[in-house]
């Protein structure tokens, strides 16, 4: 008998003693449904979370990068009061480090500051009202929902125009067009000619959905007139990102005239840095989860386990009959690997149509998604936690002599 022959005995053989034993078999893969439906969940919420952070972080964009006095990632306490007696970036800085830059597309000075915003009798406030040029649209990769971005004789001249963040659109003017209103920002008033496209996602709140733009000479005219300013530099397609890096390195070390002894007294940014950090933190937290959620699935094998030594206990007569009329070692134990496999795929199944519904319900609250991976890798696991839980008994009944078999009662 062929390796495919004998599967096809073995399925039909193990559907076979399933069906007869329709309550037992129900009860033993109840284990294996509660650890299915938890490992699904955690699966679910993970990749969930991991593509909503990478539709958020895309925002920020790999070919961008953030000269600036601290770094994003700061790992130590003292690491952090290292960084917090840098000088900060000025705007003569900013300015001259413009001029010298060749291998940007655009780049961006930025001043920020959180603040109120009036608009008639309502009011929000946002965490950043940034001041910048008109090359904070290329830069940033903003998209306009309506209206447009401040140009450049703006910038220059400081008029009192604003973009506003989606959030802060919708908190000021509910249903009505922003387009073409007048908010208050620091007691002046300023006119609404654009509004951004919404980003959401993890960083919806707090990030460029709340943001309100403004020219750079009215945020130090009404803000801050001495403000610590970043540099939002995206390279020119065709350059190298880290030759692009190192030249901009270089220009801030000479304009901030920091000695060829000394370490950088500022920090350049991008995009990896975020992403991996996240990913060693995600990768934490999933191996925790997953080891907690795979301890029921351990519990629902030692059941299988149980439930397959009393099945072979039971069917020692049929083992017995089996190889006395030829049935090798191999074939007994593919059946009751099978049957065993069999039991669990099916808790699996259970595991996963309850899964479902539960997923739904989570994408209300939180980042969730039951994709056909997570579906294809949970029925996977369940097979092979019943191999592996069944090969012990399914090795003890292949091992059989076939004599002391038959006599059994």
């Known amino acids: 008998m062929t390796l495919l022959a004998e599967i096809r005995e073995g399925l039909r053989i193990?559907?076979?003693?399933?069906?007869?034993?329709?309550l037992?078999?129900?009860?033993?893969?109840?284990?294996?449904?509660?650890?299915?439906?938890?490992?699904?969940?955690?699966?679910?919420?993970?990749?969930?979370?991991?593509?909503s952070f990478m539709q958020s972080i895309s925002s920020i964009g790999a070919d961008v990068l953030y000269a600036q006095r601290q770094d994003w990632i700061i790992r130590s306490h003292e690491e952090w009061l290292t960084m917090r007696k840098r000088r900060p970036v000025t705007v003569?800085?900013?300015?001259?480090?413009?001029?010298?830059?060749?291998?940007?597309?655009?780049?961006?000075?930025i001043a920020q500051r959180g603040g109120k915003i009036q608009y008639q009798d309502r009011d929000t406030l946002s965490p950043a009202i940034v001041g910048t040029t008109d090359q904070y649209a290329i830069s940033a990769g903003v998209s306009l929902n309506a209206g447009r971005f401040i140009t450049s004789s703006e910038s220059e001249g400081g008029r009192p125009v604003c973009v506003l963040g989606a959030t802060v659109a919708t908190n000021l003017f509910k249903s009505e067009s922003a387009i073409g209103a007048r908010v208050k920002i620091a007691g002046r008033n300023f006119d609404v000619v654009g509004v951004l496209e919404p980003v959401g996602g993890l960083f919806g709140e707090g990030g460029v959905d709340s943001q309100i733009v403004i020219p750079l000479n009215q945020f130090l005219t009404l803000l801050d007139n001495n403000p610590d300013v970043s540099l939002q530099v995206k390279v020119a397609s065709g350059e190298g990102l880290e030759e692009a890096r190192e030249e901009l390195r270089a220009i801030m070390r000479k304009v901030r005239q920091v000695k060829p002894s000394d370490p950088d007294d500022f920090s350049i940014n991008q995009q990896d840095q975020i992403v991996s950090a996240f990913r060693q933190v995600a990768g934490t937290i999933a191996a925790v989860g997953l080891f907690i959620t795979g301890l029921s699935l351990f519990v629902g094998g030692i059941g299988i386990m149980n439930i397959m030594f009393v099945s072979v206990a039971e069917r020692t007569k049929e083992i017995g009959i089996r190889k006395a009329i030829g049935a090798k070692h191999r074939t007994i134990l593919i059946q009751f690997l099978i049957e065993a496999a069999a039991i669990c795929v099916l808790g699996g199944l259970i595991g996963l149509a309850l899964a479902w519904p539960i997923t739904l319900i989570m994408a209300k609250v939180m980042p969730s998604t039951l994709s056909p991976t997570i579906?294809?890798?949970?029925?996977?696991?369940?097979?092979?936690?019943?191999?592996?839980?069944?090969?012990?008994?399914?090795?003890?009944?292949?091992?059989?002599?076939?004599?002391?078999?038959?006599?059994?009662?």
């Open 14 to 22: 193990a559907l076979t003693a399933i069906r007869a034993n329709k």
């Open 24 to 51: 037992r078999s129900c009860l033993t893969t109840l284990g294996v449904i509660i650890g299915i439906l938890t490992v699904t969940l955690m699966g679910t919420a993970i990749e969930g979370l991991n593509r």
């Open 92 to 109: 003569s800085q900013a300015e001259s480090i413009l001029r010298q830059v060749e291998f940007a597309k655009a780049i961006s000075p």
């Open 375 to 409: 579906v294809c890798l949970a029925l996977v696991v369940a097979a092979l936690t019943g191999i592996i839980s069944g090969f012990l008994p399914a090795w003890r009944a292949a091992r059989m002599n076939p004599v002391d078999a038959l006599r059994s009662e």
